[in-house]
């Protein structure tokens, strides 16, 4: 019972003993969220504007405009990928500069704003 012990001290709690058993037939394991297996929390790494890909108005095409308004947008959202992109951007001043107006959460497919003064 010295694995349990061990797990108990990483947070993983085992029911008994033959959950051992069962587990060393395990051939494979796929998690579904990446970057919180190992700190934990989701943290972004990188951002790549892909404006051009999409149809989005010129007055929006610049990086850092579009990152301000990213973080804007992601500071009403209570979602764990939210607040890494906020922490990752660290835009504080936009702000001043913009206000969001609407914010609108959608389960599974994401997040609406209308930003005032866009």
Known sequence: MV???VAANFGVL???GDVFEKISAITTVVFDKTG???SGQPKVV???MLGNKFKVPDAIT???LLKNLAYLCETCSEHPIGKAIVKH???RDSSERFK???FKNKNGEGITATIEDL
């Open 3 to 5: 694995g349990t012990g």
């Open 14 to 16: 085992i029911k008994g």
């Open 36 to 38: 919180t297996l190992t």
């Open 46 to 48: 990188d951002m790549i």
């Open 62 to 64: 610049d990086e850092n």
């Open 89 to 91: 951007i660290d835009a």
């Open 100 to 102: 969001v107006q609407k």
